[in-house]
T-cell receptor
Framework: DAKTTQPNSMESNEEEPVHLPCNHS???????IHWYRQLPSQGPEYVIH???SNVNNRMASLAIAEDRKSSTLILHRATLRDAAVYYC?????????????FGTGTRLTIIP | DTGVSQDPRHKITKRGQNVTFRCDPI?????LYWYRQTLGQGPEFLTY????????KSRLLSDRFSAERPKGSFSTLEIQRTEQGDSAMYLC?????????????FGPGTRLTVT
């Protein structure tokens, strides 16, 4: 499985935008970029995913570099409830490659 | 959509005992996954089912571990002769048919402590 690299931790002020980076220099053409987050004492929660184009949903935006070797998860206005570990995951789009391979993620702290 | 549920939420057992966990996926999801998470680490894949068929098993799933999904609905994960190294959070997830993107929905997990 292709690997991703994320900072171990980040801090952000409440009500400000947060940009969480992810490097994936060995990404293949069929790899989707997925983001999940895990709040304390909960199971992971899907945030967003994309292949080549930038994506937006109600939770966040995903900006994908033109060469796809990096991406950024954008939380437009952080709240205290966004404090979590954020995982950037590459998932092969070929049928049968079902599993998610988690790294250690980025622990996001929100400062009130 | 009531979400993925897992039972029990916590289990404390003595080394050498057998334990069984249950996962109820979202009702229309035909894929079900088991992961294990130890402190400070991301979840690690164990196995997954499409309906009742177990299609992939990780090398982490030793012969003391067995998972079933007998009718393609709920699933059980059994650990025989538990060891202290089995102490972890066991997470279950489910998803719809594979679409190339397909998000997985996770349950709250079962925390196992082996004493």
């Amino acid at each position: 499985d292709a690997k991703t690299t994320q900072p171990n931790s980040m801090e952000s002020n409440e009500e400000e935008p947060v940009h969480l980076p992810c490097n994936h220099s060995t990404i293949s053409g069929t790899d989707y970029i997925h983001w999940y987050r895990q709040l304390p004492s909960q199971g992971p929660e899907y945030v967003i995913h994309g292949l080549t184009s930038n994506v937006n949903n109600r939770m966040a935006s995903l900006a994908i570099a033109e060469d796809r070797k990096s991406s950024t998860l954008i939380l437009h206005r952080a709240t205290l409830r966004d404090a979590a570990v954020y995982y950037c995951i590459l998932r092969d789009g070929n049928f049968g490659n079902e599993k998610l391979t988690f790294g250690t993620g980025t622990r996001l702290t929100i400062i009130p | 959509d009531t979400g993925v549920s897992q039972d029990p939420r916590h289990k404390i057992t003595k080394r050498g005992q057998n334990v069984t966990f249950r996962c109820d996926p979202i009702s229309e999801h035909n894929r079900l996954y088991w992961y294990r998470q130890t402190l400070g680490q991301g979840p690690e894949f164990l196995t997954y089912f499409q309906n009742e068929a177990q299609l992939e098993k990780s090398r982490l799933l030793s012969d003391r571990f067995s998972a079933e999904r007998p009718k393609g609905s709920f699933s059980t994960l059994e650990i025989q002769r538990t060891e202290q190294g089995d102490s972890a959070m066991y997470l279950c997830a489910s998803s719809r048919d594979w679409t190339g993107g397909g998000e997985q929905y996770f349950g709250p997990g079962t925390r196992l402590t082996v004493t």
